[in-house]
């Protein structure tokens, strides 16, 4: 069937209309913006005192299928995005079995399909079985329908490899997402080394191992004339870096997640595993880095690194649980309250950072923009309501989330991909 949307704000990186619009859908595709638009036998969504956004899109997911599946499966993993106001997201490779041959990419988009919720892009390993020692197929990767590869988890410790896979993936056309942290520097680090872990008593990740894969990746981008995209971005000194390198030309974007600009170290004092995130919570001065570097620029997207773990997995101690957080269901409501409300960034540049750049890194044209043409993923937010999220509504198979009964602002309220409601 298709849809009009009346009476639409609508919302793109470039700015915010004025006047309210309405929006015919028909099958996939945006047809007409106007006033006043008639149409016979479609449905019709009030969208009066709303915000009409492009929908959004997610570079850094977990969905656990194959091999975990009582974490998360694709079809619980869909309901969270669509609920979320997500219609496309990258999922990660570090399943069992990886991501690492075109087999498994086909499974996954065939699944995928089957559903039939939102676009889902795997993203494949750069190494066989993500052990850093040689190189996947790229060209089946992206035969398969890939659109990145990353090692996500885990840094490609070897440098010289990761001069190979930066070389392969810019021959192939696949974006490298890039996870910064030394793995003999990290060790067995398990909160931010500083006052707080050792007052804890908990082993701590010094900031050094993030900023040693920054340096060294924008100087491989640098030297090799080719773009790198970093992943989950925590600390004050790794934006300094990124800064400094976009000012001399390099091609590099760079991401950041809700619970770092949200929650510092002094979350862990609690010994709630739910904060227990890879990179971890940093200090006060890099959650106000971070701010800063998303109002003027530094930061290019806002990504969720949605990590479902099974509450038996969570109640571990704090050295043996799991890393990672679930984060699809509350990115607006984190982004519009602490971002939006805080007058650090506007709608348009919210827009700009969970849309229209994304899709940009990854290609997609269609993507990232309401106007006539363009496909029709769409989400409606109210920017006025306030929300809690709570454990018994959350749609992911999973529920660690340190957000849990906490109040936000910005509801979601109707998700569409590809002229579908599906939320």
């Not at 329908?145 to 696949?174: H, I």
């Not at 990290?186 to 006052?195: H, L």
């Not at 091609?251 to 619970?259: L, N, Q, S, Y």
């Amino acid at each position: 069937m298709s849809l009009l949307i009346k009476n639409a704000t609508i919302v793109n990186a470039s700015k915010k209309s004025s006047s309210e619009k309405d929006i015919l859908i028909e099958k996939n595709v945006i047809v007409k913006i106007g006033k006043s638009i008639k149409a016979d036998g479609v449905k019709i969504i009030d969208a009066k005192g709303k915000y009409v956004l492009p929908g959004l899109i997610d570079l850094h997911v977990h969905l656990r299928e194959p091999g975990r599946e009582d974490k998360e499966t694709i079809e619980s993993g869909s309901r969270a995005a669509a609920k979320g106001g997500f219609t496309t997201v990258v999922c990660m490779p570090n399943t069992n079995p990886v991501i690492d041959n075109c087999m498994i990419v086909e499974a996954i988009s065939k699944e995928a399909k089957r559903v039939g919720l939102i676009n889902i892009i795997p993203a494949g390993s750069i190494t066989k079985g993500q052990k850093g020692e040689e190189l996947t197929d790229m060209f089946e990767l992206k035969k398969a329908g890939c659109l990145a590869v990353t090692e996500d988890g885990m840094s490609v410790s070897n440098s010289g490899l990761m001069r190979y896979a930066m070389e392969y993936a810019k021959m192939v056309g696949l974006v490298v997402m890039d996870h910064c942290q030394d793995s003999d520097l990290m060790g067995s680090g398990v909160v931010n080394e500083g006052d707080i872990s050792m007052e804890l008593g908990l082993k701590g990740d010094p900031g050094i191992s993030e900023t040693i894969i920054v340096a060294r990746d924008i100087e491989l981008a640098r030297y090799l004339n080719t773009s790198i995209h970093l992943q989950h971005i925590s600390l004050a000194r790794s934006l300094f870096l990124i800064r400094a390198a976009k000012k001399d030309g390099v091609k590099v974007t760079a991401e950041v997640c809700p619970h770092h600009f949200t929650l510092t170290e002094e979350a862990v004092r609690s010994f709630d595993t739910s904060a227990k995130v890879n990179p971890p919570l940093r200090t006060k001065e890099d959650v106000a880095a971070i701010k800063k570097a998303l109002k003027d620029g530094t930061v290019d997207c806002i990504a969720t690194d949605h990590a479902p773990h099974t509450y038996e997995d969570k109640e571990a101690d704090f050295d043996h649980a799991p890393f990672g957080m679930i984060g699809l269901e509350t990115a607006v409501g984190l982004v519009v309250t602490e971002l939006i409300n805080q007058n650090i960034i506007s709608w348009p540049q919210m827009v700009e950072k969970m849309s229209a750049t994304p899709a940009r890194i990854l290609g997609l044209e269609n993507k990232g923009k309401i106007e006539e043409g363009a496909d029709a993923d769409i989400v409606i937010i109210d920017p006025e309501a306030e929300w809690e999220f709570k454990k018994e509504e959350v749609a992911s198979k999973s529920k660690n989330s340190p957000f849990i009964g906490r109040k936000l602002m910005g509801l979601v309220e109707t998700t569409i991909c590809g002229g579908k409601v599906v939320f």
